[in-house]
């Protein structure tokens, strides 16, 4: 009678890969099915190393990032699209492409140490897999794909909230800035309007120190302020604000 082999059971897996508990702990997430942790985590290189050695090959996780990558998007559009309803669509493409992007999502698998979590094959772990930014983007999608098809849409939209919303870089802030100040241009010319114009109000602080107030303006009626370290940052701001307020009243 030929002998056929178990398939590995939840226990198992979390006893013999200790990087599917890592994960668990790093998201906040517990798998109901292990192996879905598991073939998210593992690279193609193990599939190529197995081959050679003529071991049983193992599922790994570039189908699980296709998938991903669609459920990111859709949670992302969704968060940005009820958290900010007075943008308007161009804006809300934009921050949607920044925290797509795959240097957002290499920030984001950083602040969750994913580079520790992965199942590399030799070769890959001998060139710097863990550290490889492509490599770190593709397993994220990977994972987010997981935890849809184990715990559904509400607990791919906790992940991503608790973990790819929560990173924001310098990098970021000042790319969001920059965005709604183009923005309040376009938003004068859609209204027929004059172009803003900014003033600064005051300068406080020592020198080595200085904090700026800077005032945008659109004609005699549309004023709002900013501060920042800098007279750009402070321009920035007041545009934001401005922003903000003359598309709550429209």
């Known amino acids: 009678m030929p002998v056929t082999q178990e398939e590995p059971t939840n226990e198992s897996i979390s006893e013999t890969l200790p990087q599917v508990s890592l994960l668990e702990a790093s998201i906040?997430?517990?798998?109901?099915?292990?192996?879905?942790?598991?073939?998210?985590?593992?690279?193609?290189?193990?599939?190529?190393?197995?081959?050679?050695?003529?071991?049983?090959?193992?599922?790994?996780n570039e189908q699980l990032e296709f998938l991903g990558d669609s459920v990111l998007g859709l949670l992302v559009s969704e968060f940005l699209f009820l958290a900010h309803p007075?943008?308007?669509?161009?804006?809300?493409?934009?921050?949607?492409?920044?925290?797509?992007?795959?240097?957002?999502?290499?920030?984001?698998?950083?602040?969750?140490n994913l580079g520790e979590c992965l199942l590399l094959g030799r070769g890959?772990?001998?060139?710097?897999?863990?550290?490889?930014?492509?490599?770190?983007?593709?397993?994220?999608?990977?994972?987010?794909?997981?935890?849809?098809i184990d715990g559904g849409?509400?607990?791919?939209?906790?992940l991503v909230e608790r973990v790819v919303m929560a990173v924001q870089t310098a990098q970021d802030h000042d790319a969001e800035l920059r965005n709604f100040k183009a923005c309040l241009q376009e938003l004068a010319q859609s209204k027929g309007m004059s172009q803003p114009i900014y003033i600064t109000v005051a300068t406080e602080g020592p020198e080595h120190s200085k904090t700026f107030?800077?005032?945008?303006?659109?004609?005699?009626?549309?004023?709002?302020?900013?501060s920042g370290v800098t007279k750009k940052a402070a321009g920035q701001m007041a545009a934001r604000n401005l922003f903000r307020r003359m598309s709550a009243s429209a």
């Open 28 to 60: 906040g997430y517990e798998f109901v099915d292990k192996s879905l942790a598991l073939r998210a985590l593992s690279h193609r290189s193990l599939n190529s190393e197995r081959r050679q050695g003529r071991e049983e090959m193992a599922e790994h």
């Open 86 to 112: 007075e943008l308007p669509e161009g804006q809300l493409s934009i921050n949607k492409a920044r925290i797509v992007s795959a240097a957002h999502l290499v920030e984001v698998a950083k602040s969750i």
């Open 124 to 148: 890959e772990e001998l060139s710097g897999g863990r550290q490889k930014r492509a490599l770190l983007a593709d397993t994220l999608e990977a994972v987010l794909a997981a935890v849809f």
């Open 153 to 158: 849409l509400d607990a791919a939209r906790s």
């Open 213 to 226: 107030t800077i005032e945008a303006q659109i004609g005699l009626d549309w004023r709002e302020q900013g």
